[in-house]
């Protein structure tokens, strides 16, 4: 019901910034609660951050607070992840995912319907 792919994923130094984007098609964007999730090699996928179909709501994962910002462009049918002092830790496969029935806020790991291919990102100390 609806296509995601993200872009922007890429190698970076400690310290830089990167922005990641998910382009949405199908169903209409605005209809999803939307998400960042991100899993490192030989870890569990962890939550990032989410964002309500408004965008007056954000919900971040506590290690990234401070440091990424979630947003959206519903004219646009993207999704951005604004990722500053980016540290090796972070280093993973980023992928955004969407929750159309949005049930629960913040919406539960296993409510979101939707994913995206992932793009890596690498973070160099």
């Known amino acids: 019901q609806v296509q995601l792919v993200e872009s922007g994923g890429g190698f970076v130094q400690a310290g830089g910034s990167l922005r990641l984007s998910c382009a949405a098609s199908g169903r209409t964007f605005s209809s999803y609660v939307m998400g960042w999730f991100r899993q490192a090699p030989g870890k569990e996928r962890e939550f990032v951050a989410t964002?309500?179909?408004?965008?007056?709501?954000?919900y971040y994962q506590d290690s990234v607070k401070g440091r990424f910002t979630i947003s959206r462009d519903n004219a646009k049918n993207t999704l951005y992840l604004q990722m500053n002092s980016l540290k090796p830790e972070d280093t993973a496969v980023y992928s955004c995912?969407?929750?159309?029935?949005?049930?629960?806020?913040?919406?539960?790991?296993?409510?979101?319907?939707?994913w995206g291919q992932g793009t890596q990102v690498t973070v160099s100390s």
């Open positions: 995912a969407a929750d159309w029935r949005g049930s629960y806020w913040p919406p539960l790991d296993d409510e979101y319907e939707y």
């Open positions: 964002i309500s179909v408004s965008g007056r709501n954000i």
